[in-house]
């Protein structure tokens, strides 16, 4: 097989599904697979019905992954965080996850889910520069 590697500065989402397909099919060879279930809590005006924040994550290999999460900045301070973040997890047990993960800046809300038991597993410095991404975990004891 001959290969050559060409650059493109606008991959379409038909390349990304190209590179991802062999990816994928490795790491079900590895795993024995898994297909992720998302889920979203919506947090909702109740005047306009209007979406002002939530939750986004994905069940994947057992662990439960929160993307997103935003309260809207009127709600912060009166328990819509911690009822979310409840609220996930509590699905993440009733799926039998391992854990839940997720990432988040210096800038954003480290000591809030650190007081929801979650530990700093890695971070990168400068990322954007001048701050620090965090990734943080809480792994879950199915006896709790």
Same mark, same amino acid.
């Given at each position: 097989m001959t290969l050559r590697i060409e650059r493109t500065d606008t991959p379409t989402d038909e390349e990304r599904q190209a590179i991802l397909a062999p990816l994928r099919a490795?790491?079900?060879a590895k795993t024995g697979g898994t297909v992720p279930e998302l889920v979203a809590w919506l947090v909702r005006d109740e005047h306009?019905?209007?979406i002002v924040g939530?939750?986004?994550? &994905?069940?994947?290999f057992r662990w439960f992954y929160i993307e997103l999460l935003v309260v809207p900045e009127q709600a912060r301070g009166q328990g819509t965080g911690s009822t979310l973040m409840q609220m996930a997890e509590d699905l993440a &047990?009733?799926?039998n996850c391992v854990?839940?993960?997720?990432?988040?800046?210096d800038f954003q809300a480290p000591a809030f889910y650190k007081k929801h038991g979650f530990t700093e597993i890695g971070q990168i410095d400068d990322y954007p520069p001048g701050h620090q991404h965090f990734f943080?975990?809480?792994r879950l004891n199915p006896a709790d």
């Amino acid at each position: 097989m001959t290969l050559r590697i060409e650059r493109t500065d606008t991959p379409t989402d038909e390349e990304r599904q190209a590179i991802l397909a062999p990816l994928r099919a490795y790491n079900t060879a590895k795993t024995g697979g898994t297909v992720p279930e998302l889920v979203a809590w919506l947090v909702r005006d109740e005047h306009s019905n209007e979406i002002v924040g939530g939750l986004y994550g &994905r069940v994947f290999f057992r662990w439960f992954y929160i993307e997103l999460l935003v309260v809207p900045e009127q709600a912060r301070g009166q328990g819509t965080g911690s009822t979310l973040m409840q609220m996930a997890e509590d699905l993440a &047990r009733e799926k039998n996850c391992v854990g839940i993960w997720l990432d988040t800046f210096d800038f954003q809300a480290p000591a809030f889910y650190k007081k929801h038991g979650f530990t700093e597993i890695g971070q990168i410095d400068d990322y954007p520069p001048g701050h620090q991404h965090f990734f943080l975990q809480k792994r879950l004891n199915p006896a709790d």
